[in-house]
């Protein structure tokens, strides 16, 4: 029996115990590994990373408030991971840990499985500018999208992940929401997701509230929020006529790229779905 499991802390919330056991019961894989949330102070975190190798562990995920300052602990790092300067997967192998990060590719792979949608040669518009922002920011230059704009309340935090898009090759622009202009910048958009907590906290908000002229139909208009209540952004974006993606297969298809590195196998994303869809019933 292998170890996987979860370093983050608080952990209690955590969706992804279920969700890969889930998988590895599904997989027969349950034979093999188990999977365990681990509440990590970030005093803690040096010790924990350094026990897999000594426990034999297969690997683990990496939260909140872990994910940058897990990097220089880690022996090798994935050039997505580097880019992004976050990790949110870690596998043993031969007693080295290599760090990944599949937030951004779980949001390409829940773009093009469930919104139908692929991101080359896109002008995508980003709402927000945290680590979530800059994961699918580095994951869509990958895929070869043609531009990114990045729309955020301080644009002081933006400026890095202009300058890492930059430094990958890609064209970005960076707003707050202060020009005149701004329902033309979104209209001109093909992708726009929110990365952002607005519309879960405060519920019933959103930040293209007042910029609905902004939006038509032949966008597709994307949350990473997976409540199971359609966020007022994707309500306001359906009326609109625009295509909808709720944060959920993101948190699937993250999973699964781990799972995927972890055990060599394709992971059972619909029972993943299953076992989540029942959590947040
Ligand atoms: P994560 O790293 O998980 O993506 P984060 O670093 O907390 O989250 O980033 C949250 C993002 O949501 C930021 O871009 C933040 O905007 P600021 O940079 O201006 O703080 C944005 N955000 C959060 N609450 C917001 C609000 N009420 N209005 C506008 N933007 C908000």
């Avoid at 983050?8 to 034979?31: F, K």
Wanted: proline fraction near 6%.
């Amino acid at each position: 029996m292998q170890l996987l499991g979860i370093f983050g802390h608080p952990i209690t919330h955590s969706l992804s115990p279920d969700m890969q056991n889930a998988a590895l019961q599904e997989t027969g894989l349950d034979q093999k590994y188990v999977y365990l949330p681990f509440d990590i102070l970030p005093k803690h975190l040096e010790a924990a990373v350094a026990s897999l190798p000594v426990l034999g562990a297969r690997g683990v995920n990496i939260t909140l408030p872990h994910k940058e300052k897990v990097l220089p602990l880690l022996d090798d790092l994935d050039p997505q991971a580097l880019a992004i300067g976050a990790v949110n997967t870690v596998l043993h192998e031969n007693g080295r840990l290599k760090g990944y990060n599949t937030d951004g590719l779980g949001f390409i792979r829940s773009l093009r499985e469930e919104g139908q949608c692929d991101p080359y040669g896109k002008t995508i518009l980003l709402l927000g500018a945290g680590g979530a922002a800059r994961a699918i920011a580095a994951a869509m230059i990958l895929q070869g999208a043609k531009e990114i704009m990045i729309l955020n309340r301080t644009l002081p935090r933006a400026e890095p992940i202009q300058e890492m898009i930059q430094n990958m090759g890609g064209t970005s622009s960076i707003y707050d929401f202060s020009p005149e202009d701004l329902t033309e910048k979104i209209q001109s958009a093909q992708i726009i997701i929110n990365t952002t907590s607005v519309g879960l906290y405060p519920p019933d908000q959103s930040l293209l509230a007042e910029y609905l002229d902004g939006l038509h139909g032949g966008q597709l208009v994307a949350d990473i929020i997976y409540h199971p209540q359609e966020t007022l952004l994707l309500k306001q974006a359906k009326e609109k006529g625009c295509a909808t993606l709720s944060g959920l297969g993101m948190l699937i298809y993250q999973g699964a790229e781990a799972f995927r590195l972890w055990t060599g196998v394709e992971a059972p994303v619909w029972a993943m779905r299953a076992s989540l869809e029942k959590k947040l019933k």
